[in-house]
């Protein structure tokens, strides 16, 4: 239904902030609801943030406050800021889609992409 690339990844120290890109294709942007997702090495993916197709948002505790999820219709574009980078926010980072609030949060989706890598090291 829907095709995703995410791009915007890199290297960064500590405090440091890096903003992330979501390109969808294929399918009409504007009536799904987004997230974000992210995997350590060694761990399970976990949820990071959602946006709703109106605009309503929600992140995971450990990102309350430095990271901003935002979405871009015209554009077909989802994006995270992330600031004040932590070494614990190091992982792959996959975006996703879907029509369904509850199965994107759960994260029990079809299909996920490359992701792209964010480092936070000093």
């Known amino acids: 239904q829907v095709q995703l690339v995410e791009s915007g990844g890199g290297l960064v120290q500590p405090g440091g902030s890096l903003r992330l890109s979501c390109a969808a294709s294929?399918?009409?942007?504007?009536?799904?609801?987004m997230g974000w997702y992210r995997q350590a090495p060694g761990k399970q993916r976990e949820w990071v943030a959602t946006i709703t197709s109106s605009g309503r948002t929600n992140y995971v505790d450990s990102v309350k406050g430095r990271f901003t999820i935002s979405r871009d219709n015209a554009k077909n574009t989802l994006y995270l800021q992330m600031n004040s980078l932590k070494p614990e926010d190091t992982a792959v980072y996959y975006c996703n889609a879907d029509k369904s609030l509850i199965r994107l949060v759960a994260g029990t989706l079809g299909s996920w992409g490359q992701g792209t890598q964010v480092t936070v090291s000093s």
């Open positions: 294929g399918s009409i942007f504007s009536i799904y609801h």
